[in-house]
């Protein structure tokens, strides 16, 4: 599991974004906003990129 290489593979697709590991789940804080979000197949692809990097699960910290 690398969170250097998924987010670089995040910033390859556009999205810029911090990515932290807790356990197998990749945590993703975006810097800005992401309107694609609200699209399933979307998130589902943006899961299995995180996958193809060791990754078990991926989770979106929201800031409020």
């Known amino acids: ?3 250097a290489q998924l ?3 995040l910033r390859a697709r ?3 974004a911090t ?4 356990g197998a789940v990749a945590v993703m804080r975006l810097h800005g906003d992401d309107p694609q979000l609200a699209d ?3 998130r ?3 899961v299995a990129l995180a996958a193809e990097h060791g ?3 991926l989770a979106l910290e ?3």
């Open 40 to 42: 399933p197949d979307y």
């Open 44 to 46: 589902r692809s943006l």
């Open 1 to 3: 599991m690398s969170t």
């Open 55 to 57: 990754f078990r699960n």
């Open 19 to 22: 990515v932290d590991a807790e």
């Open 62 to 64: 929201v800031a409020g």
């Open 7 to 9: 987010e670089q593979a």
């Open 14 to 16: 556009g999205i810029e």
